[in-house]
């Protein structure tokens, strides 16, 4: 007997069948990004521009959605990687571990690490959750970087020593977290610069 098109639809839900090249290459992946002054996507020229961005405002890379100046944030998994991305702005490239990066990279000039290809590899402590408030958007991707990680060693830190009312430690998962940009100012050559650096800190827990 022939399959009926219900059928084919349920198996293929069933079995994914289809779609094996869904991977993390073909897909965009929902960074949680904070603009700053150079951001294309607050420069109205560019064919990127989010209407209504501003310096200092958090923005899902991948459905172009505003989430303000502090949005709270659930981690359910970390890991220390390398992202790749193309020169020039051009974009996310891949992720590598560190033993990977180590390999691939042909140039470390002033701690700089470039590929063969030219590409730029920087390291990231990358933590996977959930926005509150948007949890049917599925998993989003912050990602600190630079001056930022001693920031995200101390809340590494926090993630993993908090004790809740009843005495127990914390699963990571447990906690939500309050992400906010913080304004501030820098005196440099050519006048005063102004810039956002992102803070965290403990909002409230689950209980188990």
């Known amino acids: 007997m022939a399959k009926s098109q219900i059928d084919f639809v349920n198996e293929a839900n069933d079995t994914m069948e289809g779609f094996e090249d869904l991977t993390a290459q073909t897909m965009s992946i ?13 420069n109205k020229n560019k064919d990127v521009y989010i209407e209504g961005l501003e310096n200092g405002m958090f923005f899902n890379s991948s459905t172009k959605e505003i ?83 001693k920031q995200a060693k101390n809340l590494n830190r926090l993630m993993t020593t908090h004790i809740m009312d009843n005495g127990q430690r914390a699963k990571p998962y447990y906690l939500v977290w309050n992400v906010k940009a913080m304004h501030m100012e820098k005196m440099v050559m050519i006048g005063l610069y102004h810039h956002s650096v992102l803070t965290v800190t403990l909002q409230r827990q689950f209980t188990s």
């Open 30 to 42: 929902p960074f949680i990004k904070l603009a700053q002054a150079l951001t294309p996507e607050t």
């Open 67 to 149: 989430l303000g100046e502090v949005f709270q944030f659930v981690i359910l998994k970390f890991e220390r990687l390398y992202i790749e991305w193309l020169p020039n702005r051009g974009g996310f490239a891949g992720y590598h571990s560190p033993e990977n990066a180590e390999r691939l990279a042909v140039d470390k000039t002033f701690g700089k690490w470039t590929t063969e290809e030219g590409n730029s590899l920087q390291e990231y402590y990358t933590y996977f959750g959930l926005i509150i408030g948007h949890e049917k958007e599925g998993v989003v991707i912050l990602s600190l970087a630079s001056s930022a990680i």
